[in-house]
């Protein structure tokens, strides 16, 4: 972390890269044909991604609707859906002798919208890195809260 960066920037950077290597992952194992792996993973990333995908939610999308617009914010959010719906598909869904190519190719165009978003939602933490400290630590906080909370992506209301 440099001197200038947040705590917060660090934090939510850390999470966002490893959400992004988690859907790299699953997205190849796909690729592969290799369906276990990728239920394995995406029941991995599930549990892991859940605390920054709220805190995106709750905190982060709020402040990029009130500052660039609804559409970008109402964006966002659906593209989480979409990537939501794909994981519970691949941890609850159908048994793997069930799973077709047209169910594998349904999921990983789902995942790979959810790379593309995590690719362009890198490009809104200069927001958090924006905001005055007063807020950053209340979000901080918040983010930290979540992450003890340690809720599925796919338990979320969002989903």
């Known amino acids: 972390m440099s001197a200038q960066e947040p705590e917060l920037v660090r934090l939510f950077l850390e999470d966002h890269q490893a959400m992004t290597r988690a ?3 699953v997205i190849a194992r796909i690729e592969d044909h290799d369906m276990a792996g990728a239920q394995r993973l995406a029941d991995e990333l599930d549990r892991s991604a859940g605390a920054h995908i709220e805190f995106e939610e ?3 999308y709020p402040e990029i609707g009130r500052c660039r617009g609804d559409r970008l914010e109402e964006k966002l959010r659906s593209e989480h859906r979409i990537v939501c719906h794909a994981l519970n598909s691949l941890v609850r869904g159908r048994p793997l002798q069930l799973v077709d190519a047209v ?3 349904e999921i990983l165009q789902s995942l790979k919208t959810g790379l593309k978003h995590a690719e362009g ?3 809104l933490i200069s927001h958090l890195a924006a905001w005055p400290a007063a807020q950053q630590e209340r979000a901080q906080q918040r983010l930290l809260d979540l992450r003890a909370r340690g809720k599925r992506w796919t ?3 969002y989903c």
């Open 103 to 105: 169910f594998q190719q």
């Open 155 to 157: 338990e979320l209301e």
């Open 58 to 60: 709750q905190v982060l």
């Open 23 to 25: 859907l790299v992952e």
């Open 121 to 123: 939602c890198g490009t």
